[in-house]
């Protein structure tokens, strides 16, 4: 798959620019406010920065992503750190091996990424593998303008719009909030703050 190639390149061979070693104001703000730190799963979750970042604010952390070089920098990391962290090599529409709920899911940049099939199972499963009042917090690009040109590694189809965003998850999460920004370069992103509501299809 070109997209998982694309990303184990930039962690082998290049110093992503996500790769920054700070976790968000906004996940540290959610942290400060909520005094329940129970179970996270933190998905794309690259070398693990906020999955430690968790953890070491007392969280049960779970962290998934499909490059092999991010989960080895991440089981590093945290072994230094020694934070006692479960990190799965998988993909995050496949996470079938996944049973216990989780109270707080976080996604950065990588829902984004994902194709519209995709995109389905991961929020199929999230419902899944949450519970009411689980809070699921996104962080998204939305797509570039079709006339923008692009640099020659960039994917034309990454990026997911705000209405799809909401009504990917419309099913099961209600939208509590939602900031809009750019990226660097000024792309336009957003996060979002959902909260699941209590069991609305059945469980498969
Ligand atoms: C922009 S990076 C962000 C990494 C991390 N969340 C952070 O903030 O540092 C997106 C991550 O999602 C991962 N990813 C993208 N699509 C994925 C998929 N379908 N399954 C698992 N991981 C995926 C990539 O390997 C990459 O580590």
Redesign the pocket.
Known sequence: ML??LF??F??RFAR?P???GIT?PEVVAFVANNSTHGRAL?????????SIYLASQGYQVVG????SK?IASARFKAKREQLAIDFHV?????LEFLNEPFDYV??????H??DET?RTR?AEHIARLTQSGSVFML?AFSPRPANEPRHLIQFRNVGITPDQVEKLFASDFKLERIEHGGDRDERKSAWYWFVRQSNSRPVR
């Not at 998988?90 to 496949?94: E, G, L, P, S, W």
Request: charged residues 20%.
């Open positions: 997209r998982k990303f184990d930039q962690y992503p996500w790769d920054t968000p933190d998905l794309g979750c690259g070398t693990g920065t906020n998934v992503d499909f490059s991010a998988a993909d995050v529409t496949h976080l996604d950065i940049g990588c829902l990424a994902i995709g991961y962080y």
